[in-house]
Nanobody
Framework: QAQLVESGGGLVQPGGSLRLSCAAS????????IGWFRQAPGKEREGVSC????????YYADSVKGRFTVSRDNADTAAYLQMNSLKVGDADVYYC?????????????????????WGQGTQVTVSS
């Protein structure tokens, strides 16, 4: 059945980098918008970034703009979140999600979209 499997989290020093992977199992990401979210214990889930299937447009939260980059592979089997210049405040559990968004029936992605599939989450820790 359709699943998103995340990997790539871990411990990095401030200023370091991580690349999170979100692999699709059982379906193709070709017509899906991809969202990335993060959540700290006891806090509301925060939208980090999304990429659109329809026009390739992207969104980045102000807190990560210029440091994070979202992408996907050419086979539409996986999506990635490249995180550079990591800060202590970036330490959270990160989730990827897929939102059905074919070009004929959707527009640019939003963090408020209906995301049908979610990864299990991967822990990012930033510490010196």
């Amino acid at each position: 059945q359709a699943q998103l499997v995340e990997s790539g989290g871990g411990l990095v020093q401030p200023g370091g980098s991580l690349r999170l992977s979100c692999a699709a199992s059982g379906f193709s990401l070709r017509f899906y918008n991809i969202g990335w979210f993060r959540q700290a214990p006891g806090k509301e889930r925060e939208g980090v970034s999304c990429s659109s299937s329809s026009d390739g447009s992207t969104y980045y939260a102000d807190s990560v703009k210029g440091r994070f980059t979202v992408s996907r592979d050419n086979a539409d089997t996986a999506a990635y979140l490249q995180m550079n210049s990591l800060k202590v405040g970036d330490a959270d559990v990160y989730y990827c999600a897929a939102d059905w968004g074919p070009p004929w029936d959707s527009g640019p992605c939003t963090m408020g979209g209906r995301y049908d599939y979610w990864g299990q989450g991967t822990q990012v820790t930033v510490s010196s």
